[in-house]
């Protein structure tokens, strides 16, 4: 019922920025969080992070102070602003939505490739 389509990755150098987001379609849902995940080749996928449909935002450790996340709830969208991104931050980047809907809670995206590298 919710449809979430992510854009915006690439290859960038170490330094560089690189803004990633997300689009949520479908009809009888409301939205209450959206975020950010992400798995690197070999490694866990963990939380970078989230933001309610209140502004209130999460941030992994490992990336406060370089990445901002934003919402606009009327179009049902989220990014990812990251900046002085780093190697370690490549990886396959996912959207997930929290909603209130009928037909379910929590919706992922397919994913989209961040390589950072010289």
């Known amino acids: 019922q919710v449809q979430l389509v992510e854009s915006g990755g690439g290859l960038v150098q170490p330094g560089g920025s690189l803004r990633l987001s997300c689009v949520a379609s479908g009809s009888g849902f409301s939205i209450n969080s959206m975020g950010w995940h992400r798995q690197a080749p070999g490694k866990e996928r963990e939380l970078v992070a989230i933001?309610?449909?209140?502004?209130?935002?999460n941030y992994a450790d490992s990336v406060k102070g370089r990445f901002t996340i934003s919402r606009d709830n009327d179009k049902n969208t989220v990014s990812l602003q990251m900046n002085s991104l780093k190697p370690e931050d490549t990886a396959v980047y996912y959207c997930?939505?929290?909603?209130?809907?009928?037909?379910?809670?929590?919706?992922w995206g397919k994913g989209t490739l961040v390589t950072v590298s010289s």
């Open positions: 997930h939505a929290n909603v209130r809907s009928i037909y379910g809670t929590n919706y």
């Open positions: 933001v309610t449909s209140g502004g209130s935002t």
